[in-house]
């Protein structure tokens, strides 16, 4: 077999390598799980500005700090970097780290592919955000609704860049998605079963599963809309005989799932963090599991409630009326889980708790406001108004971003071996929960009293001013909410010492039976598991004898001193960073501006390079 000569910066094999070639090469899921993590706050940032733009320019009637063309830059590319640059990426590193812990492996199923999706998500984002420099970033909105995004319409180059970063996005998502799905059907531990896997592996592979089936629909939607708009098809032209309508229902058809890979993640680690808060098994595991994948599969059915004032008809309007309403019922059957759980539970209150009890109500609120979207004479008065911004906050910030912190605060403790600060994170909730609710309940009344969407100022006299006014002043104590949760992160990292147990919060799931942090290879020995949340049974045998009739085989890995030289673990390469830097490359040539043939052929000889080193390196030295 033909081998590949590494350099001797990579040739250390079931080694870190250290310094930056560590992180250039590195194929080991918590590292990975670290850079997406970073990097996608690091867009979060980002995204905060572009934000904090919107609400300055919508401040006061006839604002003037953004002109329009500027504003439909800023609020397409915050919508874009909010979904795709920051929640999806901030799931896919949880999934990283604690996917592989929480079944009790010592890798993902394909380090390299996984190493590959953060370096093509990475070179995506930064190809999108590279429109700004050229001045012509994105301008039609997240959505790019046809046939606003043909080139007669939008002849400069920001849709194209949406274009080609979102497909690099894509790849980098479905590369993850078919990795995570494979891990958990193939790496579980002995005896886990899928009725004793943690219901947030169970909320992640229902996520991977929408992944993979939805991101094909939009990439065929973004091929046939670079085809217009690059070599003069008319998919969406409707003078030449193209159906603009059909780009809404091909967007929407990978649009709404979307949604439920946004929020299925947080509703995973809320129903980590309540168990162990309230010192209860989740109440309803087979109902909280189900509602999950029922909603999976319901989703894919109420696509067309974004449409109800397109035209569709009655019989449409009717069938997909009746289908987002059904979807509201595994969704609350979650909400009556989680309570149960809390209720008569020995609760400890701390930041990770709060975080997931705030979840519960903030989503509520955007459910129900999401419901009346069910109903087509109420969505008609609603449709493109504020109420509707009001309501996919109230989900995506209010839903996904407030339980992915409860999730940092929760296993920050197993990634760094650090507390975060307690009381540095209840004023960074109580900030941010307060701003939140400031700046977007306002949204619902200013929705309902007829102020419209994607408007760059409005006039006086409307009674709208001072609802934005408040939602402004919301807006800008969001940001000092971020603002200290990320000096926490700093001064715990700097300040704390490094003290975190094996198992601070007395942990039900395995991966608080390994050391904070965990080694490379995770597991000593790979746990034999009996029972659901079993290592909580292994700390409390006689609940296992009283509740199971037995005990459990799982050792505790500090009480484990193995020989650590049978432990083989992937090799770094370099060859994932250089296939996504070929593939950001090679895409990036269709913007006119670059040259193209001449970028596109540096770029496919980068990924055809990277691609052959990949195919022949070792998997172990």
């Not at 080694?15 to 799980?33: A, M, P, R």
């Not at 990097?39 to 006061?60: H, K, S, Y």
Request: glycine residues 10%; negative net charge.
């Amino acid at each position: 077999m033909t081998t590949i000569s590494y350099p001797t910066f990579i040739r250390r094999p079931n080694e870190y390598v250290s310094g930056i070639w560590g992180w250039l090469t590195t194929v080991d899921h918590k590292k990975i799980g670290t850079m997406y993590g970073v990097t996608a706050f690091l867009w979060f940032l980002v995204g905060g500005i572009e934000a904090l733009l919107i609400r300055l320019q919508l401040a006061r009637p006839e604002g003037t700090i953004l002109s329009p063309e500027v504003y439909n830059q800023v609020f397409t590319m915050h919508g874009t970097t909010m979904i795709f640059l920051v929640v999806m990426p901030l799931s896919a590193a949880f999934f990283n780290w604690i996917v592989p812990l929480q079944i009790g492996a010592r890798d993902v199923a394909f380090p390299r592919l996984n190493a590959f999706s953060f370096w093509a998500f990475l070179f995506g984002g930064i190809l999108l955000n590279l429109s700004w420099l050229t001045g012509d970033a994105p301008n039609a909105g997240w959505f790019a609704y046809a046939p606003n995004t043909e080139p007669q319409f939008n002849p400069r180059n920001g849709v194209t860049y949406w274009i080609l970063g979102l497909q690099i996005l894509g790849i980098a998502s479905l590369a993850a998605g078919f990795n995570f799905l494979t891990t958990i059907i193939n790496m579980r531990a002995p005896g886990m079963s899928f009725m004793k896997m943690p219901v947030f592996i169970w909320m992640t592979a229902v996520v991977n599963v929408l992944i993979v089936l939805a991101f094909p629909i939009i990439t065929v939607a973004l091929i046939q809309l670079q085809f217009d708009r690059l070599y003069g098809t008319h998919f969406f032209n409707p003078t030449m005989g193209g159906d603009p309508v059909m780009w809404q229902h091909m967007f929407w058809l990978f649009g709404h799932p979307e949604v439920y890979i946004l929020i299925l993640p947080a509703m995973g680690i809320v129903s980590e963090v309540l168990p162990t808060f309230s010192r209860k098994p989740i109440y309803g595991y087979s109902f909280i599991v189900f509602s999950g994948i029922a909603i999976g599969f319901l989703g894919w059915f109420v696509w067309s409630h974004h449409m109800f004032t397109v035209g569709l008809g009655p019989a449409a309007n009717a069938a997909f009326s009746v289908s987002t309403m059904a979807i509201a019922i595994p969704t609350g059957v979650k909400i009556f889980n989680w309570i149960g759980t809390l209720w008569g539970g020995s609760i400890k209150i701390n930041t990770a708790l709060l975080f997931s009890v705030a979840f519960i109500g903030m989503f509520v609120i955007g459910g129900l406001s999401g419901v009346t979207h069910a109903s087509p004479p109420s969505d008609a008065q609603q449709q493109d108004t504020y109420y509707v911004v009001a309501h996919f906050h109230y989900v995506l910030f209010g839903g996904s971003l407030l339980g992915l912190w409860s999730g940092v605060y929760y296993w920050w403790p197993k990634f760094t071996g650090r507390f975060l600060n307690e009381k540095i994170g209840l004023w960074h909730f109580g900030i941010v929960f307060f701003a939140f609710n400031l700046t977007f309940f306002p949204m619902h009344w200013l929705g309902l009293d007829g102020m419209p969407r994607r408007v760059a100022t409005y006039p006086e006299g409307m009674g709208w001013d001072i609802s934005n006014l408040v939602s402004t002043i919301g807006s800008l104590m969001l940001g000092v909410g971020v603002l200290v949760f990320l000096y926490n992160v700093v001064y715990s990292n700097l300040r704390m010492p490094k003290t975190a147990s094996n198992d601070p919060w007395d942990g039900r799931t395995l991966e608080w039976s390994i050391p904070s942090p965990p080694p490379h290879y995770n597991f000593d020995v790979i746990p034999d598991v009996k029972y659901r949340d079993d290592f909580w049974y292994t700390k409390y045998p006689e609940l296992a004898h009283n509740t199971h009739g037995g005990g459990s085989d799982l050792e505790s890995q500090e009480d484990h001193d193995g020989d650590h030289a049978d432990i083989h673990m992937p090799d770094p390469s370099y060859y994932p960073l250089f296939l996504g830097l070929g593939l950001a490359v090679m895409l990036g040539g269709f913007i006119p501006f670059t040259g193209h043939w001449v970028v596109c052929a540096v770029g496919l000889i980068i990924f055809i390079w990277s691609f052959l080193g990949w195919s022949y390196e070792p998997v172990n030295g």
